[in-house]
């Protein structure tokens, strides 16, 4: 599987913007299907962000994001990367980064689907 690692987060005003990176250690396209980001805050379960295929463009948000975020690749660096604009302090989360391992009609962000993760990167957004 190739391995996951996320980098980028930080702690940001309301209101701020953060860039959060998934490197990955091999292709992704070559390994996986999908690639998605995923965040749990304390106390809450974990919730699915963002979604890209990784041969193509194609993306999913969850409602919470849509408009604000914005899931992108670069294949030659094989790194996935998740631009967080207009931050709210209900962002505030550990970031997992997560591949699929099998193909999907739609990558969805749906947990189950995500078998390969990263270890996490946390974004605190302040009041």
């Known amino acids: 599987q190739v391995q996951l690692m996320e980098s980028g987060g930080a702690s940001v005003q309301a209101g701020g913007s953060l860039r959060l990176s998934c490197a990955g250690s091999?292709?992704?396209?070559?390994?996986?299907?999908?690639v998605a980001w995923f965040r749990q805050a304390p106390g809450e379960e974990r919730e699915g962000v963002a979604s890209i295929y990784a041969g193509g463009d194609s993306t999913n948000y969850a409602d919470s994001v849509k408009g604000r975020f914005t899931i992108s690749q670069d294949n030659a660096k094989n790194t996935v990367y998740l631009q967080m604009n207009s931050l709210k302090p209900e962002d505030t989360a550990l970031y997992y980064c997560a591949a699929t391992l099998f193909s999907f009609i739609d990558c969805g962000i749906n947990e189950r689907n995500y078998k390969n993760w990263g270890q996490g990167t946390q974004v605190t957004v302040s009041s």
């Open positions: 091999k292709s992704f396209r070559s390994s996986s299907k999908c």
